[in-house]
């Protein structure tokens, strides 16, 4: 066997792909669905499939008479369209033999076959953008992670318009998203669960063993490495519904906006996150919360840093840092990179639950609002009970959350007590 003839076996997906990352009825000239829910765990080559289908559509051969057909590749942000399934060691460039490969014009954010076929990027962020193009087929990645889920599919929805069948996959790790639930009911919708340990031959030893390992049969494990999609927890604070009844996609005026911070005790891969989340109070003392910032494994100036940026592009009026584990050391690693910034310190005096409490009792009031999805955030939320969250991690996002509504309708409005200037 030449080079030639070896390297087509290699770029050949039929040949070594699982069965799993085949469409369903793919051996059968394609199977009766619209949509294809493919539900995986990490790393369980939910990319490599959707770029290969993609692949498929764009190269599928065509009448004398046919368009090449247009594609929508949708991501979680332009970042990730870019990042993960165009350029990613699985993404649209990397299926491709070299000389077939297509043309990415990053300015343009768009991908061009050399027999016409048109992909273009697009953000779930700006659901609008897709207001007017059409297409043939679409590509949704992380679909249970978008900001505003509903109107952006919908929009896809209205211009999935050209062809004999117009179809669409989505690739995403499972959360109980209201959209994910309704396209599990959808009888147009084939849906696949895709495990981690199914690619475990395409994933290092080590992530195995100290990821895989660690989280197997935790509540995060089973959504993160077995796809699995689960509901509430009996005993959650915050149960999905009151978080979805709380869901706006934008905020009025508002009178006050803070960064409240969690620090870790250590640093480095093994370390608990930085809890960053930014929040505001509107004239009539309704809560909105805006983003979740938080970061993993960063040293005290890294973490101290992605708060300040939390800060300066949110346009906060101060800080908010506990300092029960680092004391006036927090304050200080934060006036190391910023002297300017206003930070009000706080100290816990009692569990963590028990905190929490008031504040779930204002979104029981009506009183606070998340800004777009915030699913990181949520699934944190929903899995959090009296005895802290599944598995025994540290509630990281909860905590940045609970001290940013406590100073701000809680505590007086969190006024920021500047010191040390």
């Not at 050949?12 to 949509?35: I, M």
């Not at 309704?182 to 030893?205: F, H, Q, Y």
């Not at 960063?298 to 584990?325: F, M, R």
Request: glycine share 10%.
């Amino acid at each position: 066997m030449n080079a030639g003839e070896l390297r087509r076996l290699h770029y050949d997906w039929p040949l070594w792909a699982r069965e799993d990352q085949l469409a369903p009825g793919a051996a059968q000239g394609g199977g009766d669905w619209t949509t294809w829910l493919m539900l995986g765990g990490r790393g369980a080559g939910k990319t490599r499939a959707g770029a290969e289908w993609v692949r498929s559509i764009a190269e599928a051969p065509r009448e004398a008479c046919q368009q090449p057909p247009r594609i929508a590749l949708i991501g979680e942000t332009f970042a990730d369209a870019r990042n993960v399934m165009v350029e990613g060691v699985s993404g649209l460039l990397a299926v491709h033999p070299p000389e077939m490969r297509p043309l990415f014009e990053a300015t343009k954010q768009r991908v061009t076959w050399p027999n016409g076929a048109v992909a273009q990027l697009f953000s779930a962020e700006d659901p609008e953008a897709l207001r007017g193009p059409q297409f043939d087929a679409a590509w949704a990645d992380e679909l249970a992670k978008w900001r505003r889920p509903q109107d952006t599919w919908d929009m896809l929805q209205f211009g999935l318009r050209l062809g004999e069948r117009p179809r669409q996959v989505v690739t995403t790790t499972p959360r109980p998203v209201p959209l994910i639930k309704a396209l599990l009911a959808d009888e147009t919708c084939a849906v696949t669960r895709v495990a981690t340990a199914a690619n475990a031959i395409n994933l290092a030893p080590r992530f195995l063993e100290a990821i895989v390992g660690k989280y197997r049969g935790t509540r995060l494990g089973r959504q993160e490495l077995m796809a699995e999609l689960l509901e509430d927890r009996p005993d959650a604070l915050w149960p999905r519904a009151l978080i979805e009844k709380a869901r706006v996609n934008e905020t009025p005026d508002l009178r006050r906006i803070v960064v409240a911070v969690d620090p870790p005790v250590t640093s480095g891969g093994k370390a608990d996150a930085c809890g960053i989340v930014v929040a505001g109070v509107s004239a009539d003392g309704l809560g909105f919360v805006l983003k979740d910032r938080t970061v993993q494994g960063l040293s005290p100036a890294g973490w101290a840093k992605a708060a300040l940026a939390a800060y300066h592009n949110g346009d906060a009026d101060c800080i908010v840092a506990e300092v029960n584990q680092g004391g006036e050391l927090v304050e200080a690693v934060l006036r190391q990179v910023d002297r300017s910034v206003p930070v009000r310190s706080v100290r816990a005096s009692r569990g963590k639950f028990v905190r929490a409490e008031p504040v779930a009792a204002l979104y029981e009031q009506g009183r606070v609002f998340h800004v777009g999805s915030l699913a990181e955030l949520e699934d944190e939320m929903s899995d959090f009970g009296p005895d802290g969250l599944s598995g025994g991690r540290s509630p990281d996002r909860v905590d940045a959350l609970v001290w940013a509504l406590t100073a701000l309708m809680l505590q007086g409005g969190a006024e920021p007590r500047v010191r040390g200037l």
